[in-house]
């Protein structure tokens, strides 16, 4: 059992499950992330893939998006059914829609190739670091029937528990903290990614999926308001029904 907060983010207790048919990508991320301190398994095609991350429960994947067998949106969409393991994926194909494709079934964050093996383990720590429980968490909070808990990193609506990503979680807790505040994509994807810049259809495609999981009508939103121009804003006296 993880008794505070350094041994919970030492790389040398957190595996990573690297899913990716090319062999020499492969070889050099893997390099990265044992240079870093993680643990890493392999898998080279999706259902491969989903048989490891069975077995050996990783703390985040890193998925490619072009497989063998099963592509990793697929194998994205199969996860989520399964587990709440933090997903990366890795994309050959730079087009928004490609990316968005990703992040809707379900991904925490993306990386286009080709890439810095570097920023993707800074990355890797990004998810992770979001991902672990603190030692001394901030409290919970409650608004519009929904309570957040910081410590379990787990949601209800009206006692129902929402099954929420790593991001999905820390957009919803950042918004809950600061009601009727409006936010930027630009503010939101520097506070809750922590990115300094960024494709902001990222921050979109997580508010549209957080509003189909706490909203009782996702076209009309009631806790998750658009500020045309500007941004978004939680709205704490907002009436949503939530849904697993």
């Given at each position: 059992m993880t008794t505070n907060t350094a041994s919970a983010m030492d790389p040398g207790n957190r595996r990573v499950l690297l899913v990716e048919d090319e062999q020499t990508i492969a070889?050099?991320?893997?390099?990265?992330?044992?240079?870093?301190?993680?643990?890493?398994?392999?898998?080279?095609?999706?259902?491969?893939?989903?048989?490891?991350?069975?077995?050996?429960?990783?703390?985040?994947?890193?998925?490619?998006?072009?497989?063998?067998?099963?592509?990793g949106v697929e194998v994205c969409r199969?996860?989520?059914?399964?587990?709440?393991?933090?997903?990366?994926?890795?994309t050959a194909l730079g087009t928004e829609d490609d990316r968005i494709l990703g992040l809707e079934m379900g991904a925490d964050d993306y990386v286009t190739k080709p890439f810095s093996p570097r920023e993707l383990v800074l990355r890797v720590k990004s998810v992770l670091r979001r991902s672990v429980k603190e030692f001394a968490p901030e409290p919970s909070v409650e608004a519009a029937g929904l309570e957040l808990d910081p410590a379990s990193r787990t949601v209800t609506h009206n006692g129902n528990p929402l099954a929420l990503t790593?991001?999905?979680?820390?957009?919803?807790?950042?918004?809950?903290?600061?009601?009727?505040?409006?936010?930027?994509?630009?503010?939101?994807?520097?506070?809750?990614?922590?990115?300094?810049?960024?494709?902001?259809?990222?921050v979109t495609v997580h508010v549209r999926r957080l509003r189909e999981k706490i909203e009782g009508n996702p076209t009309t939103p009631e806790l998750i308001k658009t500020v045309w121009g500007v941004g978004y804003r939680f709205d704490d006296t907002g009436g949503g029904h939530g849904r697993q």
């Open positions: 070889d050099v991320v893997r390099d990265y992330l044992l240079k870093a301190g993680f643990q890493v398994d392999m898998a080279a095609d999706g259902f491969t893939a989903l048989k490891v991350a069975a077995s050996r429960q990783p703390d985040l994947v890193i998925l490619d998006r072009m497989l063998p067998g099963l592509d199969r996860l989520r059914q399964t587990m709440s393991v933090p997903v990366i994926m890795v790593v991001r999905e979680f820390d957009l919803l807790a950042f918004l809950m903290r600061r009601p009727n505040q409006v936010f930027s994509r630009e503010e939101l994807i520097k506070a809750v990614w922590g990115w300094d810049f960024g494709d902001l259809s990222t």
